[in-house]
């Protein structure tokens, strides 16, 4: 799943954890996949902000 896929599921899943509807269980379920993914994001969006750094400090721009 790319980024953008990831933003988007959380979306989903932000909309499903506003939902009376949604069951204690899959409240749960539901909360657990958006740690994970909002983990994965922050890491990649480090992971991009390490590499234009380096960037930078290569090129010596600041």
């Known amino acids: 799943m790319n980024f953008d896929e990831s933003i988007k599921r959380l979306k989903e899943i932000c ?4 939902d ?3 069951s204690l269980e899959e409240t749960v379920a539901l909360y657990k996949e ?3 993914l909002s ?3 922050l890491r990649r969006i480090n992971d991009i902000r ?3 750094k ?3 400090d290569e090129s010596g721009e600041a």
């Open 15 to 18: 909309a499903m954890l506003n």
């Open 20 to 22: 009376d509807k949604t």
């Open 34 to 36: 958006g740690v994970a």
């Open 39 to 41: 983990e994965e994001c």
């Open 50 to 52: 390490a590499e234009l």
């Open 54 to 56: 380096e960037s930078e």
